[in-house]
């Protein structure tokens, strides 16, 4: 059977030159649309699996969606800060000086990813080149109707900056693009209060939004009349007025003030509990291992590769907020605990730094810190950068640091030498495929600190307790079972090892 080709059509039509024209510039547009592809993990190469556990909290999370189609489109942009934000269909705008395309563009794929997990669209993404932003409309006057002409073409009804925007750059170029403007922050703010889901998650999330919120709030016309003091008429002036009272704005800032104030009690009472814990952790001397890492590295996927605990993975970033904590053992015994904490991102707002510092804290009290790097993302150095200039605020002791580039199973062998030129102790490891893991297993082992005192025992039978806390805690050298109990040669903490002193060989 042979094959049959249609001859070309001779006789069709010319091409209209304009027609022409405006298909070359659709085209040249459409290379500058975000896809999933490009700002989130390909949908083929993302993790899951057995090794995830049943992954129950995904399907509550996916339980409620935006919906896509509801115009959140402006008729009146001075409402912008007292609307419930909800992103659908947007653009991104980046600002960058000479020489630092490579870091923009990185950045302004981050902002896409972050968007599509806030739950809008991506459309269309432009960088600007200039010294630095400018002071009124954060891109200038001319590229803000530039702007105003891409968000009329593409149909969207927001415009997301990539940087922290100050409040009158906000509204100018409201008034410029006639949609909804919100920086990098306010995303950021908005995927923690759709993932917080503990009582100390959400409360931290909250206060970090109040903070970002306080400084930007504004109101025109009726919103800013004074609420007049004492026996007023009705139409507001009338006899017996007291004096002028408080602005409507003053009143909201008041009232931000208060729930802030009430906020931080309650995350002050939030912490004797995990002090309790943590310090009996160390009275029993169980050392604890961190993992730490940018957002997305995998933390949640390695945590359950290690102890199978079933936290929840999902292609999105900052998909885990609330620490968890888990039970792990040695080869040789010893029990320590695995905890899974907030992802990192670059320009990370301050006010969730503060809020979640007492999350952070983890870390810093961690005898092991394990760094997790995405080994396929375009820009592991900045990873790292970001995390440690984080960690710093923290006080985290770097010195038993693990760095692990997870994800090695998407790499090629010239890609892990150049990662291994920014961490050459560092390990290699797939929590999708599971290469790697028990050689990080071997160095979680080793990085552990061992008990401070070295004790030689002889437990008698009836006190097998000891025997049992010195498995559990210590650090065995040798055993042996002889006719008055078990001697016992092994590394224990100070407690232990003062209620073994009676015993001592």
């Known amino acids: 059977m042979t094959e049959q080709t249609t001859p070309p059509n001779t006789d069709a039509a010319p091409v209209d030159p304009v027609d022409r024209v405006l298909s070359r510039a659709e085209a040249h547009r459409g290379v500058r649309v975000f896809g999933a592809a490009q700002a989130l993990q390909d949908a083929a190469t993302a993790y899951g699996g057995n090794t995830d556990g049943d992954q129950w909290d995904r399907e509550e999370r996916a339980a409620l969606r935006r919906v896509p189609g509801l115009s959140t489109e402006l008729e009146d942009v001075t409402e912008v800060e007292y609307r419930q934000l909800r992103l659908e269909n947007v653009v991104l705008v980046g600002v960058h000086p000479?020489?630092?395309?490579?870091?923009?563009?990185?950045?302004?794929?981050?902002?896409?990813?972050?968007?599509?997990?806030?739950?809008?669209?991506?459309?269309?993404?432009?960088?600007?080149?200039?010294?630095?932003?400018?002071?009124?409309?954060?891109?200038?006057?001319?590229?803000?109707?530039?702007?105003?002409?891409?968000?009329?073409?593409?149909?969207?009804?927001?415009?997301?900056?990539?940087?922290?925007?100050?409040?009158?750059?906000?509204?100018?170029?409201?008034?410029?693009?006639?949609?909804?403007?919100i920086d990098r922050t306010t995303v950021i703010l908005d995927i923690f209060s759709q993932h917080a889901k503990s009582r100390e998650g959400k409360a931290q999330v909250e206060l970090a939004q109040l903070e970002y919120l306080l400084p930007r709030l504004r109101g025109w016309g009726e919103s800013m009349s004074r609420?007049?003091?004492?026996?007023?008429?009705?139409?507001?002036?009338?006899?017996?007025?007291?004096?002028?009272?408080?602005?409507?704005?003053?009143?909201?800032?008041?009232?931000?003030?208060?729930?802030?104030?009430?906020?931080?009690?309650?995350?002050?009472?939030?912490?004797?509990?995990?002090?309790?814990?943590?310090?009996?952790?160390?009275?029993?001397?169980?050392?604890?291992?961190?993992?730490?890492?940018?957002?997305?590295?995998?933390?949640?996927?390695?945590?359950?590769?290690?102890?199978?605990?079933?936290?929840?993975?999902?292609?999105?970033?900052?998909?885990?907020?609330?620490?968890?904590?888990?039970?792990?053992?040695?080869?040789?015994?010893?029990?320590?605990?695995?905890?899974?904490?907030?992802?990192?991102?670059?320009?990370?707002?301050?006010?969730?730094?503060?809020?979640?510092?007492?999350?952070?804290?983890?870390?810093?009290?961690?005898?092991?810190?394990?760094?997790?790097?995405?080994?396929?993302?375009?820009?592991?150095?900045?990873?790292?950068?970001?995390?440690?200039?984080?960690?710093?605020?923290?006080?985290?002791?770097?010195?038993?640091?693990?760095?692990?580039?997870?994800?090695?199973?998407?790499?090629s062998d010239d890609d892990r030498l150049v990662l291994r030129g920014l961490a050459p102790r560092a390990h290699f490891v797939s929590s999708r495929t599971g290469e790697g893991i028990d050689e990080l297993r071997a160095a979680i082992e080793e990085a552990?600190?061992?008990?401070?005192?070295?004790?030689?025992?002889?437990?008698?039978?009836?006190?097998?307790?000891?025997?049992?806390?010195?498995h559990e805690s210590g650090l065995i050298v040798a055993q042996e079972h002889r006719e008055t109990g078990t001697f016992l040669h092994a590394h224990v903490g100070a407690r232990l090892a003062a209620e073994l002193e009676p015993y001592a060989a």
Not at 108 to 133: I, N
Not at 134 to 140: N, S
Not at 460 to 465: I, L, N, W
Request: proline share 4%; glycine share 8%.
């Open 227 to 411: 609420q007049a003091g004492g026996q007023v008429g009705a139409g507001g002036a009338g006899m017996g007025s007291r004096g002028p009272g408080e602005t409507k704005i003053e009143l909201d800032r008041r009232r931000i003030r208060t729930k802030m104030a009430l906020l931080r009690k309650q995350l002050r009472d939030f912490a004797p509990a995990r002090a309790a814990k943590r310090a009996e952790r160390k009275r029993h001397t169980i050392p604890s291992v961190a993992i730490a890492g940018y957002t997305n590295a995998g933390k949640s996927s390695l945590l359950n590769r290690l102890t199978s605990a079933g936290v929840l993975v999902e292609n999105a970033l900052f998909a885990t907020l609330d620490a968890t904590v888990r039970r792990s053992e040695t080869t040789d015994g010893r029990v320590y605990t695995l905890t899974d904490t907030v992802g990192f991102v670059r320009n990370l707002p301050h006010q969730l730094v503060e809020a979640f510092r007492s999350t952070l804290e983890e870390v810093g009290d961690a005898d092991v810190i394990l760094h997790v790097v995405d080994a396929s993302h375009p820009d592991p150095a900045a990873q790292l950068a970001t995390v440690r200039d984080v960690m710093g605020d923290v006080e985290a002791d770097f010195g038993h640091e693990i760095v692990v580039f997870n994800k090695a199973d998407l790499v």
């Open 448 to 470: 552990l600190p061992l008990p401070a005192v070295e004790v030689q025992a002889v437990v008698p039978y009836d006190r097998g307790d000891l025997v049992s806390a010195v």
């Open 98 to 181: 000479q020489g630092y395309q490579a870091d923009a563009e990185n950045s302004l794929r981050e902002l896409a990813a972050l968007a599509e997990t806030a739950g809008a669209v991506v459309l269309d993404g432009v960088l600007q080149r200039r010294p630095h932003p400018d002071p009124a409309t954060y891109v200038g006057r001319g590229k803000a109707e530039e702007l105003r002409d891409i968000v009329a073409a593409v149909g969207a009804d927001t415009v997301i900056a990539d940087t922290e925007l100050a409040p009158s750059q906000r509204r100018a170029l409201e008034d410029v693009v006639k949609v909804k403007v």
